[in-house]
């Protein structure tokens, strides 16, 4: 009921505020699970560096997470900061896969639960690093 109204909405949220709706919705999660287990379950790339926490081609590709980019300028140069942001879509499919008990986060971390797709983690993470290597050609 609860991913219904969510995807209603127009907004797209950050991921702190999707870990307070989970736990709203019966799911007690902070913001490092929540990261964590997108980042597990192939939704955001988890290699270190520029990408960390960028989305995968599969999470944009099934309008699930978006991202902002800004641009910082330090003493070290100029530099990109991605900020993911989990779609309306993404929503309802996180709301209710934590609350049917699809996805889980067990003992404080996140378990290796396959995608809504059927693929597995490995393939996120495999799809952020051909993405990597596309940015540096």
């Known amino acids: 009921v609860l991913g219904w109204a969510v995807s209603a909405g127009d907004g797209d949220i950050l991921v702190k505020r999707m870990a307070d709706l989970l736990t709203q919705s019966g799911t007690r999660m902070s913001q490092n699970q929540l990261f964590a287990w997108l980042r597990d379950n192939g939704w955001l790339c988890s290699n ?60 404080g971390t996140a378990t290796g639960v396959l995608r809504p797709d059927g693929a597995t983690a490995r393939d996120g993470i495999d799809e952020a690093r051909d993405l990597n290597h596309q940015k540096e050609i």
Do not use: C
Not at 49 to 71: C, F, Q, Y
């Open 48 to 107: 270190k560096g520029e990408n960390w926490n960028a989305p995968t081609m599969w999470a944009l590709d099934h309008g699930l997470v978006r991202s902002s980019v800004k641009i910082i300028t330090t003493i070290s140069g100029v530099q990109e900061k991605v900020t993911p942001h989990i779609t309306g879509a993404g929503q309802k499919k996180l709301v209710n896969g934590f609350t049917s008990g699809r996805y889980r986060i067990e003992g």
